[in-house]
């Protein structure tokens, strides 16, 4: 039961460059709650991911697990900084507050990038079948119910803007309505990020399975 929980929590942790799931992504390793103690291990693809992914990706999973346990501890497995990023997780120390000056950049700045590049990718899918004449006018409200429909509400709402019937779907990064002259070249650039975002999940999957083959086969 405490597993279904935590996987079902889990679910809403995104890889930030990814944009999907962890839990679908196969990062989550395992499960146990010992004496008030919830402890979920995290792993990666390869032990040289980027650490502010892996940092942001198991201080996410971290809030996520805040209210099943009175006591939660996220441990991230088999990465080069591993030591480092456990540390600062276990403290609540934050990005900068675990590599000081090393870090070049707070992590809600990473969020808000890669937010946008999600956002832009899932607009690009959720208009892909509608005719070129109607997409100047198009709004919320015109799409039809579907995953994709659903999944650019979702990305609309991690920016903050609008998810009302009557709000613009095309839209940039601030959530401006684009100009009928900026509509291809924003969707060609949708287009580009949503098949980076696709490839490069996919090349994810075959690392991981490859990395960790004799575990899933024990």
Known sequence: MIEKAVLEALDEVMDPELDEPITTLGFVRSVELADGVLTVHLRLPTAFCSPNFAYLMASDAKDALRELA???????????????????IAADAGFVGTYGEE???????????FRRKAHAAAMERAVRDVPPDRLRSLTLGDLPASKATEALRRRRSALGFSAAPDAPVLVDDHGVPLPPGRLPLRLRFARSVGISIEGNAHFCRGLLRTRYAMEETA
């Open 70 to 88: 009175e006591h939660v501890v996220v441990v991230l497995d088999d990465h080069h900084d591993s030591d480092v990023i456990n540390r600062g």
């Open 103 to 113: 870090a070049s950049r707070d992590l809600e700045e990473l969020r808000l990038t």
